[in-house]
């Protein structure tokens, strides 16, 4: 290993009118891991992106063995390597199935529905359900729903009289 060294000091961050982080400073020596946790919105992504010189703090430095990163970016990016996250896959419809489904659209699977479709629900902008069966308010045990009625918005019938 070598004896590369990131340091931060001092760091301070903004989004929009927003003071995401205070004052934030560590070390980290060759082999050493940074663990970021933190809620939505509290400047995870922020902090990253200015570790790796693709935003600048307000205030504060990043250095990369005792060197501003900002001095030579260049040099500093050749030695890194950043793997970013991509935006979340998001449907514009997501089309499910389901074994029954409530006048207010609760949805409960079988089988192997239950892997898959309750994700499906959540990736799509618009849900539409076609479940073998459509039965009142109540009918599906709390227990059993598994999509709950927020996440769909059309229910479609199925025309049985063809098979």
Known sequence: MTDARLEVENLHLWRGEQHVLRGVHFALQAGQCLEVTGANGSGKTSLLRTLCGLMYPEEGRVLWNGSNVRADLPAFH??????????????????????????????????????????????????????????????????DVVTPHVLVDHIIEMDRSHG
């Open 78 to 143: 050749a030695a890194l390597l950043y793997l970013g996250h991509e935006p979340p896959l998001k449907a514009d419809f997501a089309l499910i199935g389901a074994k029954r489904c409530d006048y207010q659209g609760n949805l409960d699977y079988a089988l192997t529905a239950r892997n898959f479709n309750p994700v499906m629900a959540m990736a799509g902008t618009t849900v539409i359900v076609e479940p073998a069966e459509i039965v009142p308010t109540g009918v599906i045990p709390p227990d």
